[in-house]
């Protein structure tokens, strides 16, 4: 018998059959669905085209049938509408919510480099304090090519009911609404456990964590992603015990095993009882200083700082979705940015231990100032949670001068160094104080108000000097422009900080908080640019250089200055160092650590081997950036590695990031600090 069903014959046999049956309850019951249909697979092709616009990737089939799977889920429910008018409303529901949900995530993810949460809706308060920013740099007119989708629908929902399509479907009656209700949800069940099946260890450790949110969306798709993403933002909130055995074990066997070692170099203790003055330096990328256009640097000014103190040449910001906020808090924690929300707005009631806390340990008054408002990035809460003992908003100062977001930053520090005199002639102590710039942010706008720095060239053709535009005028020559303005306030700060004798015995702190987020292809004409032509040289020409996705990442390196007027230090630090190092290096130097901190001590490290841990998994080091997205590894120096190499820093990444977030979530090192003093 078992034979007999296994012939040739019988085999034939019982495929046709089973193409009648799919037939019978496939074909025909697509055929008499069309609109369903038609919402499945216009949805699905908004989805690839995210995909491709965004990530990329269109080299794997799993989001397509995850995706797919989904589709085939929400689209089930229309089954049950009675009348025709309800199934299209409930679809065109759907697809609004589709198309909303593309182009919110495409415009995010050009500004970002990621996609959004529902744990960044509480700071979905600050997106108009920035608006000309997204309106000049993320938003363009392919973010918006997903309305065709409801219109569509709407298209073929009125040439079905012209043609009396659903009265000819309701007569043929060959399905009543339940069947194909559970009709379409088990089609959509049995692809989404194909998807399942195709999905990798990795993919389903990414889905779990979702630290690196473009690999979630790569491989699940963007609804199953999506609905990840709700999960997740609101598990700690509705049971903050979810998992927080689990999380304290992780975070307790990490401290045990990388117990604080005290340094003891050459910078040990160099700056102890000494006042510091920190600025945070908007969207500063140490590539401008790298720069002169006619003659004239960019940054003259930062430049005499860093060739005197000690330069930091390969450092870099690892801010999330949080930008300047996660800067502030990477460089006073030395803990990661949160891969779900921002410390500032999101965990802002937790407990840290702070570079400002350490200082006031010492004695030190410490202050902040920043001529925003107090609300933005909630700093008011989060400066006093951070140890700051005032912040000195928008309010303090006089808003004589706007440019872009806010007061100008000349007219900020000029205001603010009477203020910090009045202030340590009031306490009398060793100060701490945090200097927030504001112009130098994007959108770059409002040059009028700054002085001319024409960002052109003049090349002599003939014997004639001949002037070319060059990059003036774009957004890369505004944002020069801007990084010109802001070393010019930066100088006449120092200046007036010295006539007032506040650079005595104090330490000048300047750092970039994060990148100027100007797409790779703004700088093809910086690198490609013939003069002599007037043209941007193409791939076929001689000379031309290739800015690939890595040169443009390594380019997003920010500066870190130490400096101080009597001491010249001419020192340039090429180890790669990133935000969380600030604390240990400098504690080194002051005399101060938390037992809590993440980075190193730059000083400590003997074989000038670090590795800067970015929030999506990628990292660098002095011999690769390697890519968390796809596992890409590019050379920076032509050796190359070991796969023990690769695991030994994929596994160092896991574990700050996976450390931090839980530090984070569950408040952790405030019970630590209790269960200690039991």
């Known amino acids: 018998m078992k034979k007999e069903f296994f012939s040739s014959k019988n085999i034939k046999k019982n495929f046709k059959r089973l193409l009648g049956f799919l037939k019978r309850h496939y074909v025909v019951f697509f055929k008499d669905s069309l609109l369903l249909l038609c919402f499945i697979l216009s949805a699905l092709l908004n989805t690839v085209l995210l995909r491709f616009f965004t990530v990329n990737n269109l080299t794997t089939i799993k989001p397509l049938l995850a995706d797919l799977g989904m589709l085939f889920v929400f689209s089930s429910f229309a089954c049950l509408f009675k009348s025709d008018k309800g199934k299209i409303r409930y679809l065109m529901v759907w697809s609004l919510f589709s198309v909303v949900l593309c182009i919110i995530n495409s415009i995010y993810y050009s500004y970002y480099n990621s996609f959004v949460s529902v744990s960044l809706l509480a700071t979905s308060a600050f997106v108009s304090d920035v608006g000309d920013a997204v309106l000049e740099l993320a938003i363009s007119a392919k973010d918006f090519i997903y309305i065709w989708q409801p219109i569509f629908l709407c298209y073929v929902y009125t040439r079905l009911v012209k043609k009396d399509y659903f009265n000819k479907v309701r007569n043929g009656n060959k399905f009543n609404k339940r069947f194909s209700f559970v009709n379409m949800i088990a089609t959509g069940g049995v692809i989404l456990l194909v998807a399942s099946a195709c999905m990798n260890s990795t993919d389903w450790s990414r889905f779990t964590k979702m630290w690196n949110r473009e690999s979630v969306l790569s491989s699940f798709g963007v609804y199953t992603y999506q609905l990840n993403d709700i999960v997740q933002s609101l598990e700690p909130k509705i049971n903050n015990l979810f998992g927080h055995d689990k999380a304290l074990k992780v975070v307790t066997d990490y401290y045990d095993n990388n117990i604080y070692e005290e340094s003891d170099n050459k910078y040990t203790g160099i700056f102890e009882g000494k006042n510091v003055i920190v600025i945070h330096a908007e969207s500063l990328q140490t590539l401008a200083m790298e720069l002169s256009f006619n003659g004239e640097e960019v940054t003259p000014n930062l430049n005499k700082l860093a060739s005197e103190g000690i330069m930091f040449t390969n450092f870099y910001s690892q801010v999330g979705v949080g930008t300047s906020s996660d800067a502030e808090f990477t460089f006073s924690t030395s803990l990661m940015p949160s891969s779900s929300g921002t410390v500032f707005v999101n965990y802002f009631n937790r407990e840290y231990v702070t570079i400002q806390k350490l200082f006031k340990e010492q004695g030190y008054y410490t202050f902040s100032m920043h001529a925003n408002t107090g609300d933005f990035w909630n700093r008011s809460t989060m400066h006093k949670n951070m140890g700051y003992d005032d912040f000195y908003s928008e309010s303090s100062f006089d808003i004589d001068e706007t440019i872009g977001l806010g007061l100008s930053d000349k007219s900020f520090f000029r205001q603010a160094v009477p203020m910090i005199r009045d202030i340590i002639n009031e306490k009398g102590t060793p100060f701490y104080a945090t200097m927030i710039m504001l112009t130098n942010h994007t959108p770059f706008s409002d040059l009028e108000l700054m002085d001319e720095y024409p960002t052109t060239m003049t090349v002599n053709i003939d ?216």
């Open 463 to 678: 014997g004639e000097e001949v002037v070319r535009e060059y990059i003036d005028g774009t957004t890369l020559g505004n944002y020069f422009r801007s990084v010109h303005y802001a070393d010019q306030a930066i100088g006449q700060f120092i200046e007036d900080l010295d006539n007032e004798g506040l650079l005595e015995d104090t330490v000048l702190i300047i750092y970039g908080d994060h990148d100027a987020r100007i797409k790779r292809s703004n700088y093809n004409i910086l690198y490609n640019y013939d003069p002599y032509t007037d043209t941007v040289k193409t791939e076929e020409d001689e000379g031309y250089v290739d800015y690939n996705e890595y040169e443009y990442l390594l380019d997003k390196n920010v500066p870190l200055i130490i400096w101080t007027k009597d001491t010249e230090y001419n020192v340039n630090v090429d180890t790669p160092m990133g935000m969380i190092d600030v604390l240990p290096t400098l504690g080194n130097m002051f005399g101060i650590h938390s037992d809590y901190q993440l980075g190193r001590d730059i000083f400590s490290i003997n074989d000038g081997s670090n590795t800067v841990v970015f929030t999506d998994g990628s990292y660098l080091t002095d011999k690769i950036y390697y890519n968390g997205q796809n596992g890409e590894i590019y050379s920076i120096n032509g050796d190359s590695v070991t796969e023990d190499y690769i695991q030994e820093n994929n596994k160092h990444a896991n574990d700050l990031i996976e450390v931090s977030n839980n530090i984070i979530t569950y408040d952790l090192i405030k019970e630590i600090r209790e269960k200690s003093n039991e």
